[in-house]
């Protein structure tokens, strides 16, 4: 063998030993478990420190981009399901163009000690499908980039319980309902209903007085709902929740409203 050639099996050895010497340090270093948190669109990424990195001197960098969708739209009447969308039509379709959006950096976070970032704002346009990915570093060495799962807000937000008022009103029980706050403005700078984003429906129970059991009063997509026939002299306590039915899913409910009839 020539000088040549153990000078170059030398510098081979040397590469892949310093790779198999420190590789599993920065492993060790990434961040876990990166994921969207979702609750009326405001959307947070969240991780865990990496199993080497659990320590204050810890930072973390974050980066967010677009996933490029076929079925984006402005209009938000058309909806779907992006984890449905198979392989076939992703190398079909998206292949040619996936890869065009950069990463940007979330300069807020960027260098944070924290285990979280708000990407609410970045997030925006609902029916999108994002990524964001997150970095550690540790007195200057940097692990690799852990990613997240596609993440598309409309479906996956989890919806708040509606707030309520209760009044009373010629014997009958008044409930006026509103659907939780949302981060968005109009043009207008008025603020946007999540009944501009899901068809919303309303479920009003009677939870407790001292005649009957729990009982539902109302269905339905009104936000004022009169119950009648209270009677006198009864303590009432009233919750409520909304139901997605497109999605099939419920939010958690509401704080309860408890009034005592004259």
């Known amino acids: ?21 420190t590789h599993p340090a920065h492993e060790s270093l990434k961040p876990q478990r990166v994921h969207f948190q979702s609750r009326n669109f405001h959307n947070v990424l969240h991780w865990q420190p990496g199993r080497a990195s659990a320590s204050s001197s ?21 909806h779907y399901n992006p984890h449905s969308i198979s392989n076939k039509e992703i190398g079909m379709c998206w292949v040619s163009i996936y890869g065009q959006r950069q990463w940007k950096n979330k300069e ?24 964001g ?6 007195a200057g060495t940097h692990s690799a980039w ?23 009103v010629n014997g009958s029980l008044l409930v006026i309902l509103h659907p939780p706050k949302i981060p968005y403005r109009n043009q207008k700078g008025k603020n946007v209903s999540m009944e501009n984003y899901y068809e919303l429906v309303y479920r009003v129970f009677i939870i407790k007085n001292s005649l009957e059991k729990e009982r539902k009063v109302y269905e339905g997509t009104h936000r004022v709902v009169e119950i009648g026939a209270v ?14 039915p497109m999605l099939d899913r419920r939010s958690q409910r509401s704080e309860e409203r408890c009034v005592k009839c004259p």
Request: charged share 15%.
């Open 58 to 78: 810890s930072i973390y960098f974050v980066q967010y981009k677009i996933y490029p969708s076929l079925f984006s739209s402005s209009s938000h009447s058309t």
């Open 1 to 21: 063998m020539t000088p040549k050639h153990c000078l170059l099996g030398f510098l081979v050895t040397l590469f892949l030993t310093g790779a198999a010497e």
């Open 146 to 168: 852990t990613m997240t799962r596609r993440f598309t807000p409309w479906w996956e937000t989890k919806i708040g319980p509606p707030s309520m008022n209760i009044t009373q």
């Open 231 to 244: 009677t006198p002299h009864t303590g009432y306590c009233v919750v409520a929740e909304i139901y997605q």
């Open 108 to 131: 807020d976070c960027w260098g944070i000690p924290e285990l979280f970032c708000d990407l609410t704002n970045e997030t925006s346009d609902v029916q999108e499908a994002y990524y």
């Open 133 to 138: 990915r997150v970095k550690t570093a540790v």
